[in-house]
């Protein structure tokens, strides 16, 4: 199992950007996608989650409204949209499977991409 996370990068505040997590080694459709994040001196945080019937959580308020997840289960790959960048959305951002349903610790999480760093400037 692989999760590729790519699209981050060094974007103004007010500024998007669009992750995307590649999934190979299983089939998407029956797993639920997570994305977590963990900003410089700080615990690793969930983000957003899809299940398989995409359905979508976000779990940060300031997120609500900003950030988009979807996922084409024909591409096997899932993304986030971030809108409205703010410069506490700077972080090392992860995606992650698993079977079940979504969950907010990240202890529950078996696979995890390699993280893919999102810098926002102010």
């Known amino acids: 199992v692989q999760l590729q996370a790519s699209g981050g990068g060094l974007v103004q505040a007010g500024g998007s950007l669009r992750l995307s997590c590649a999934v190979s080694?299983?089939?998407?459709?029956?797993?639920?996608i997570g994305w977590f994040r963990q900003a410089p001196g700080k615990e690793r945080e969930a983000v957003s989650c899809i299940s398989s019937s995409g359905s979508s959580i976000y779990y940060v308020d300031s997120e609500k409204g900003r950030f988009t997840i979807s996922r084409d289960n024909a591409k096997n790959t899932v993304y986030l949209q971030m809108n409205s960048l703010k410069a506490e959305d700077t972080a090392v951002y992860y995606c992650?499977?698993?079977?079940?349903?979504?969950?907010?610790?990240?202890?529950?999480?078996?696979?995890w991409g390699q993280g893919t760093l999102v810098t926002v400037s102010s």
């Open positions: 080694g299983f089939i998407l459709d029956y797993y639920q």
């Open positions: 992650v499977v698993r079977t079940g349903v979504c969950m907010r610790d990240a202890g529950e999480y078996m696979y």
